[in-house]
């Protein structure tokens, strides 16, 4: 016995473990839609406008003078920046919205991997932390049920670090790395030099 309660409730809701979503996944068919439709989305009503009134505006203030045109370019370089920075702006609004979609994906692994990541953010605190090695006994007994998968993927996530054991021989005061032989340049006053 670990510890851990080993009995489950009637009506407990069994988690399933969360999906692996790496640089190796391939998405589903419904997946690449709802991402075609997204930066699509992002890009005709986010982007587009964000980028054209940011260069409204800096185009509007470069003409009031509060902001100067280059001597050669004129305001060319200031107006692509503020298209870049708007065409980002834009994108980068739109994220929530595009997540919020694939979450609402049935037999989705990537929807199924964002609901599960808001459930850790939004479970206590407590359950997902490293524990210390200075908490009594009582805390490891847990009042719900946990599978080997979980205890396995809080491992893998809160890995145990060792701490760096102090060495009484080290002194702060003394820097490391210099070496202990310095080699003395002696300089006459003719400007010769010789080494001791």
């Given at each position: 016995m670990n510890g851990r309660a080993d009995f489950q409730e009637p009506n407990a809701e069994?988690?399933?473990p969360i999906p692996h979503i790496g640089a190796d996944y391939i998405p589903t068919e419904e997946e690449r839609r709802v991402f075609a439709e997204c930066n699509d989305e992002s890009f005709w009503f986010r982007s587009v406008p964000l980028a054209a009134t940011s260069m409204l505006i800096t185009q509007g203030l470069i003409s009031k003078g509060i902001l100067s045109s280059h001597p050669k370019y004129g305001s060319i370089p200031k107006l692509i920046f503020a298209c870049i920075m708007g065409y980002f702006a834009g994108?980068?609004?739109?994220?929530?919205?595009?997540?919020?979609?694939?979450?609402?994906?049935?037999?989705?692994?990537?929807?199924?991997?964002?609901?599960?990541?808001?459930?850790r953010r939004s479970s206590p605190h407590?359950?997902?932390?490293?524990?210390?090695?200075?908490?009594?006994?009582?805390?490891d007994r847990s009042s719900f049920v946990t599978s080997p998968a979980a205890?396995?993927?809080?491992?893998?996530?809160?890995?145990?670090?060792?701490?760096?054991?102090?060495?009484?021989?080290?002194?702060?005061?003394?820097?490391?790395?210099?070496?202990?032989h310095i080699a003395q340049v002696k300089?006459?006053?003719?400007?010769?030099?010789?080494?001791?």
């Open positions: 069994v988690r399933r994108k980068l609004s739109y994220v929530k919205t595009c997540q919020e979609k694939f979450k609402n994906l049935e037999n989705s692994p990537l929807g199924e991997a964002l609901r599960s990541g808001q459930a407590g359950h997902y932390s490293q524990k210390s090695k200075y908490d009594s006994n009582v805390s205890d396995n993927m809080e491992k893998e996530i809160f890995p145990h670090y060792e701490p760096i054991p102090f060495s009484a021989s080290m002194n702060e005061s003394t820097p490391t790395g210099i070496t202990d300089v006459n006053k003719y400007g010769d030099t010789w080494d001791e």
